[in-house]
């Protein structure tokens, strides 16, 4: 097989953040079609207002959550193929030189699919054994009357058959597009250097600081990774913050934790990326003397900036997104708590972001020091 | 002076496990030219990597000097090689996404050494300043190596068949050009070759044989590359 299970398993990111999709959809989306079947029995007027808002929560939940693990995925997986595409342009090239057609490569990145589907088995079958709970704590609360956790069968479609079906199609349409690039181009790994001389490059810059612009340069695509993973970060965390006060105490327990998995995960996997495609220039810079603090500062600094734009972000992004659902959906509805931009949030989310971020390159350029550089050169 | 003792350098673990240097002596005096000879796979890379302090033997000592660098911790070897050491590596290992003039200037920077544009020069380069590694054909990056571990100025240079890819003309005038440097800066080459004539360019020749010395020999005169018809 072209793709092994190890590359495969290297895609465990993107079962986490389906699992967490598929889990909360499921939970919502269930007690949601569940409760429009005994709208009937609620008699009292006071009890409709109750119903209209735990459907509207609903939605807005599986919506805010659904949308975002849903585009976070579509960007991961992509990055994924590109990635893998880009590191086996050898193997790929090999293939297309030796006459096998660019689809008859490209239809094996179907396997891609397979990590989103893992994960959104995994997150239906948690919510099918948390529903109970979920609907007792609901019960409890006795808004209203007595419900049991139903199976609807258009659930398991809509969670589990289509997204997987839709992201093989992705991994594969997008592999061919990448594939039909020239043999020598795929050999040579030229994808790597197609950037215009600008004028900054005819400048007598010293060679760290040309250094840090060819490298944010000759890999666009994570740069923008890395701005995407500090904006999911930002926006995760605050948004699961804030929405502690528009939600019960168990969701929004939920919603945190996801917040904080998928958070930390986008971050540690563009981090790892970056260090990744960076390990060789930093091993050569390693022979010829430059020190820890300079190959880190030119390569991995470089990255800094743009992480903080990422955040800033994501830090509006979130706030308005809450502000719009609280006002639109929320807006007929009495009783319900004022939202404000919450400051607490967000300065637990610089500081936690700020940690994380430099532990993480700072384990990865320690880890590179103990490798030697043949291993590295040739892997 | 460098000057290795009882070096021994294991690859591979367990049953795999197995020795690449088989406790390795030698000295090399400073400004000398020193050639290690061998067939292929007999561990000439290894020694020359691990007398170059990118490798650290498993046993035995190496000596720059009087300090003995296998005790050196990462930094302080770091600091080592900046201030002493060049390298060409046998697959040349250039920077992917730099040109000819900025992975030469990457040795450059490192002394200070504003006039780099010149040994690109040397090296029949000067018109390929923007080219990126992926342009060129394997010959002329490894010129371009070549170059990138001379404009740092090193007091050492190691070597590992830095004439592998190039043809007759094109290596005699490389190898020509770094003995003109030695002789007007007076470093210490170290370097790994299949081709026993440029033995003939040396000082000092060892021969290896799977991870032993077999012998070692000085040369009276040391020829040209023209001299050695090569
Ligand atoms: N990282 C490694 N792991 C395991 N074995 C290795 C490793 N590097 C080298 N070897 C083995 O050690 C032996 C010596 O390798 P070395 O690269 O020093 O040979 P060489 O004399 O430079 O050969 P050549 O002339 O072909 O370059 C070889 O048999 C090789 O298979
Ligand atoms: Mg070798």
Same mark, same amino acid.
């Given at each position: ?31 949601? %079609? ?7 029995? %609620? ?41 893998? %595409? ?85 991994? /594969? ?52 990774? /890395? ?153 | ?93 250039? +920077? ?28 029949? +380069? ?30 050492? +240079? ?73």
């Amino acid at each position: 097989m072209l793709i092994g299970i190890k590359d495969i398993a290297k895609l465990f990111a993107i079962s986490v953040v389906t699992c967490c999709a598929a889990f909360v959809c499921t939970l919502f989306l269930n007690y949601n %079609i569940d409760i429009v079947g005994i709208k009937d029995e %609620i008699t009292t007027p006071q009890g409709m207002v109750m119903y209209d808002a735990q459907v509207a929560t609903g939605k807005v939940v599986a919506g805010i959550a659904g949308g975002c693990l849903v585009a976070t995925t579509i960007v991961l997986l992509i990055f994924y193929v590109k990635n893998y %595409i880009d590191s086996h342009g050898k193997e790929l090239g090999i293939l297309k030189a030796l006459g096998y057609s660019d689809l008859s490569v490209a239809k094996h990145f179907w396997v891609f699919g397979v990590s989103v589907f893992a994960g959104a088995v995994i997150g239906y079958a948690a919510a099918a054994l948390y529903m109970p709970t979920f609907y007792d704590i609901q019960n409890n609360m006795e808004l209203f009357p007595q419900m049991k956790p139903e199976f609807h069968v258009s659930l398991v479609l809509y969670i589990i058959a289509f997204p997987t079906v839709f992201f093989m199609l992705l991994a /594969v349409l997008y592999a061919f597009f990448k594939i039909k690039s020239p043999v020598l181009g795929l050999l040579r790994e030229t994808q790597n250097v197609k950037f215009k001389v600008s004028k900054s490059d005819k400048g007598d810059f010293p060679f760290l600081t040309d250094l840090k612009k060819s490298t944010l340069k000759s890999r666009k695509i994570l740069v923008f990774f /890395v701005g995407f993973s500090a904006f999911c970060f930002s926006a995760m965390t605050q948004m699961s913050m804030s929405m502690d006060e528009l939600a019960s105490e168990a969701m929004s327990f939920m919603i945190i934790s996801i917040g904080l998995i998928l958070a930390f995960m986008t971050l540690f996997m563009s981090l790892t990326s970056v260090v990744k495609s960076n390990t060789k220039t930093i091993a050569m810079m390693k022979v010829f003397g430059y020190s820890q603090r300079e190959c880190s500062g030119s390569i991995l600094g470089g990255y800094r900036p743009i992480s903080y734009v990422g955040f800033v972000i994501g830090t509006a992004y979130q706030y308005l997104l809450l502000r719009i659902m609280v006002d639109v959906v929320f807006a007929d509805f009495e009783n319900m708590p004022e939202f404000h931009f919450n400051f607490e949030a967000l300065a637990i989310s610089a500081v936690t972001f700020l940690a994380a971020y430099e532990m993480i390159l700072y384990c990865y350029s320690k880890k590179i020091s103990g490798q030697s550089v043949k291993s590295i050169m040739l892997e | 002076m460098i000057e290795a003792k009882e070096i021994t350098k294991f690859y591979g673990k367990g049953e795999s496990r197995f020795q690449v240097l088989k406790n390795i002596s030698i000295k090399i005096n400073d400004g000398d030219f020193t050639v290690i000879l061998g067939a292929s796979g007999s561990g000439k890379s290894t020694l020359l990597n691990t007398l170059s302090s990118l490798e650290r033997p498993d046993s035995g000592s190496i000596f720059y000097d009087e300090r003995d660098i296998t005790t050196f911790s990462e930094s302080e070897l770091t600091k080592l090689r900046r201030d002493n050491i060049g390298f060409i590596f046998q697959q040349y290992y250039l +920077l992917p996404n730099m040109n000819v003039d900025k992975n030469v200037k990457m040795g450059a920077d490192l002394s200070g050494n504003k006039n780099y544009r010149s040994v690109i020069e040397a090296v029949g +380069l000067g018109g390929k300043l923007r080219k990126y590694p992926s342009e060129l054909s394997g010959g002329e990056q490894q010129r371009v190596s070549v170059a990138r571990a001379l404009a740092k100025n090193p007091k050492v +240079l190691f070597l590992d068949e830095p004439t592998g890819a190039l043809d007759e003309e094109t290596g005699r005038q490389v190898l020509d050009y770094i003995c003109a440097l030695q002789n007007e800066y007076g470093f210490t080459i170290v370097m790994v070759t299949h081709n026993l004539n440029i033995a003939e360019m040396a000082d000092t020749v060892i021969k290896m044989n799977s991870g032993k010395i077999s012998e070692i020999y000085a040369n009276e005169t040391r020829k040209t590359a023209y001299e050695i018809g090569w």
